[in-house]
Nanobody, 128 residues
Framework: QVQVVESGGGLVQAGGSLRLSCTAS????????MGWFRQVPGQEREFLVAISRTGRSTSSADSVKGRFTISRDNAKNTVLLQMNSLKPEDTAVYYC?????????????????????WGQGTQVTVSS
């Protein structure tokens, strides 16, 4: 079992920045590919960014490319999501997820169904 916990959500004005943090415990952190997703009520969960086990490989959705950056610190069991140039349409519940099934040098998955462990989510609201 892996326990995933997000933090750092809140209210920010359009054009502002916010950084989300995620910790994962219960299994060696570096054995998990980590990803960030978001969901708006009534819509499907949307992939944002993901990072490989070593941090050498990342994937980003077109909607956030150039604005959102993912990073990880395996020594601190932490993955970060830096969000810049936020827009009102970025308002959503943001989820961190862990995928324990990928090989160490494999690229991270962009599919929610590949992630086995999820946090409870943190609300991000961007005001116009």
């Amino acid at each position: 079992q892996v326990q995933v916990v997000e933090s750092g959500g809140g209210l920010v004005q359009a054009g502002g920045s916010l950084r989300l943090s995620c910790t994962a415990s219960g299994r060696t952190f570096s054995s998990n590919t980590m990803g960030w997703f978001r969901q708006v009520p009534g819509q499907e969960r949307e992939f944002l960014v993901a990072i490989s086990r070593t941090g050498r490989s990342t994937s980003s959705a077109d909607s956030v490319k150039g604005r959102f950056t993912i990073s990880r610190d395996n020594a601190k069991n932490t993955v970060l999501l830096q969000m810049n140039s936020l827009k009102p349409e970025d308002t959503a519940v943001y989820y961190c997820a862990a995928d324990p099934s990928r090989a160490i040098y494999a690229s991270p998955s962009t599919h929610p169904e590949d992630y086995e462990y999820w946090g409870q989510g943190t609300q991000v609201t961007v005001s116009s």
